[in-house]
């Protein structure tokens, strides 16, 4: 028979992992964990939303049992030795033995609503998401694979930007990603952008910002640099909460804020939006991004009434509406418009 204690366990005393107190501003909302796990993650009194790993992402993103995943054991290399308060290689045993994952990027095959889709979404608990040759390498992969198959490309971003202990290879990884952004993009390949808390630095300086649409999640802190960094940049005063998504929707830069329960029917939505068209980008076209003579050979199409064309040689099939490098939307495909 168990024996009855005649007082309860002090209400700070309860094990660690079940519960997690809300940092929501004005909330601070004690929440039970598995209740908090079947909210997605997200506080069911404020609506903030929690930080959740890559896996768990694509969990709740991807139908059930249908992600294959790529290059798992893609592993980042210490090419400088680098050492700051420790070795690099420390940090990364660290994080991978916290993580499971090799590094900061998750990629592969999926379905979404029935939908095949190219998905690469990083982990903010690995290394802050940072982004070294390894996370750079999967979201190109990743693209590659959108082109390949032609299937839409799904980036969900997590990150705190280039990864300082790759140095120079880290900052590389902003011209190969975007290098594969703008052929996705030529051969008129959907990609959408899903940013989370947060995004900013080198993703947001590269592949995050440039979705065909730009989707976030509520409150998600996107920038570049910090505040006193931005504020010396420009010389001004930065308006308040600029760095958040509710200020850049307003703005145009951000196409829409989704909370996460509705985050898989907003992008499955938009999949039937953005139809991939199997005609358009002939093989070797989608090695061109934005090609002045291309664009120039369309707009002479266009103004002497022939359909397709023009003088020279069109590299990317851009002669019918001459949006090379803008928007993948076909005509009367208008999905959003920024609020405010
Ligand atoms: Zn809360």
């Known amino acids: 028979m168990p024996v009855r204690l005649p007082f309860r366990p002090r209400r700070d005393a309860y094990p660690p992992d079940l519960w997690t107190k809300c940092p929501g501003p004005s909330c601070g909302e004690m929440l039970f964990n598995k209740q908090l796990d079947k909210t997605l993650r997200v506080c069911p009194h404020c609506g903030h939303h929690f930080r959740i790993s890559g896996r768990a992402r694509i969990d709740q993103l991807l139908d059930q049992g249908s992600f294959v995943e790529r290059d ?5 290399v210490d090419s400088l030795a680098f050492v700051d308060s420790k070795p690099y290689t420390d940090r990364l045993v660290a994080a991978q033995l916290q993580t499971g994952l090799r590094d900061a990027a998750i990629w592969g095959l999926g379905l979404l609503a029935g939908k095949p889709v190219s998905i690469c979404v990083l982990d903010f608990f690995f290394m802050g998401g940072s982004m070294g040759s390894v996370v750079g390498e999967k979201v190109a992969r990743a693209g590659e694979a959108a082109l390949e198959n032609r299937i839409p490309l799904l980036i969900v971003s997590s990150s705190g930007g280039a990864r300082m202990q790759e140095g120079t290879y880290s900052l590389m990884q902003l011209v190969k990603t975007m290098g594969v952004v703008e052929r996705v993009k030529a051969a008129r390949v959907p990609f959408i952008s899903v940013m989370t808390d947060p995004t900013t ?3 947001f300086a590269s592949f995050a910002a440039v979705g065909d649409v730009n989707l976030a999640e509520p ?27 509710e200020f850049w929707v307003r703005h145009g830069f951000v196409d829409r804020i989704v909370p996460r329960s509705k985050l898989r029917d907003e992008i499955a939505a938009l999949l039937s939006f953005l139809t ?10 989608a090695g061109t991004g934005f090609s002045p003579r291309s664009f120039l050979s369309a707009l002479t199409g266009a103004l002497s009434g022939e359909g397709s064309g023009g003088i020279g040689s069109p590299t990317n099939g851009t002669a019918t509406n001459g949006t090379n490098g803008e928007s993948r939307l076909g005509a009367g495909q208008k999905v959003e418009e920024p609020r405010g």
């Open 72 to 76: 798992a054991d893609l592993t980042p």
């Open 201 to 203: 630095g080198g993703t």
């Open 219 to 245: 409150n998600a802190l996107i920038r570049f640099a910090g505040d006193r960094v931005s504020a010396g940049t420009i010389g001004e005063e930065l308006p308040p909460g600029y760095a958040r998504a």
């Open 276 to 285: 991939v068209q199997a005609d358009v980008a002939p093989e070797g076209a």
